[in-house]
């Protein structure tokens, strides 16, 4: 028995047939990518980032949950995001932001690999993006990639401490990050 090989989709197709770019799908290289549903840590790790980013931040910042991005340079990609902040409102009809300066990205063990070496890869070339926020739902771990001057560098929080959002001027504790999540505390 043989199996077709994918169907290769433009996002102009991706976008112009709601089912295929609806929740948990993202387009790379022109293949239709389909995520498994959330763990509970996941969920609870992204609700509680979502609450903590909604009592600390007001305009000109805004949340947008489950953000969709197009990565500069691609015209056969678009990736999701758990949670973004950009410098201007989310346009609801729009598929993507346009801008974002924050993107949260809470890892799952069956992507962490492809989003490692394809997804981060590529939207820090965003020239709006100034940090890049990876979470583990395994273990109480945050990695924050930052843009200066002199490019991109990395920082961690593991267990306790608190992360520094620099581009919103604020720091938020592991402990609300991870709050009921079932992880141990640090």
Avoid at 76 to 88: H, I, K, P
């Amino acid at each position: 028995m043989y199996e077709s090989p994918p169907r290769y989709l433009t996002l102009d197709e991706f976008f112009g047939n709601a089912g295929d770019a609806g929740a948990g799908r993202e387009l790379i290289d022109g293949e239709i990518q389909v995520a498994r549903p959330p763990s509970p840590t996941h969920a609870t790790v992204v609700a509680n980032l979502g609450a903590c980013l909604g009592t600390r931040i007001s305009p000109p910042r805004w949340i947008a949950p489950s953000a969709g991005i197009r990565p500069a340079g691609h015209v056969d990609t678009y990736y999701r995001f758990d949670l973004a902040v950009t410098a201007s409102p989310p346009v609801p009809a729009a598929p993507a932001l346009s801008a974002p300066l924050l993107l949260i990205h809470v890892l799952s063990a069956h992507s962490a690999l492809r989003d490692h070496d394809m997804k981060l890869p590529d939207v820090r070339r965003l020239p709006t993006l100034r940090e890049l926020v990876i979470v583990s739902a395994a273990r109480r771990r945050v990695e924050i990639w930052r843009r200066d001057d002199l490019g991109w560098r990395i920082e961690e929080a593991n267990g306790g401490g608190s992360v520094r959002f620099e581009s919103l001027g604020l720091d938020i504790p592991l402990d609300e990050i991870y709050q009921d999540s079932g992880l141990p505390p640090g």
